[in-house]
């Protein structure tokens, strides 16, 4: 008997997420138009690894594309095996408003939450 084969998207949004990413998608007047939101992750700060988000004028030839509520997210294919299992969120409190990765792949986080290692 063979093993099943479990998959996991790799991104998925809350609702919050969505409506801010169309909020902000209606707000840009740029050229070329943005067609959705660009996610991948970089050598930086303290922890080793922080996310980017950009705004999407094409889909590359190696993108991730995840379509969820009228939003298209594009994921870098260098960030996929990072990101797998991850919850997009937006989060508005008194003093703060931003997006924020629920990510189980992450095994710790530096002090002020910006960068982040994963084994």
């Known amino acids: 008997m063979g093993k099943e084969l ?3 998207e790799i991104l998925t949004l809350t609702e ?3 409506s801010r990413v169309r909020h902000i ?36 030839a ?3 594309v995840i379509e969820a509520g009228g939003v298209k997210v594009m994921i870098d294919p260098a960030a996929v095996m990072f990101l797998i299992g991850t919850e997009l969120d937006y989060r508005e ?7 924020v990765f629920n990510n189980p792949n992450v095994t ?8 982040f290692t994963v084994a």
């Open 6 to 8: 479990v998959s996991k």
């Open 16 to 18: 919050a997420a969505r």
């Open 25 to 60: 998608m209606r707000l840009r007047d740029e050229e070329p138009p943005a067609i959705g939101v660009r996610i991948g992750v970089r050598n930086a700060g303290c922890s080793g690894m922080t996310y980017s988000m950009d705004y999407a004028t094409e889909i590359s």
């Open 62 to 64: 190696h993108d991730e």
């Open 93 to 99: 409190e008194k003093l703060s408003a931003g997006f």
């Open 108 to 115: 710790s986080t530096c002090g002020c939450g910006e960068s």
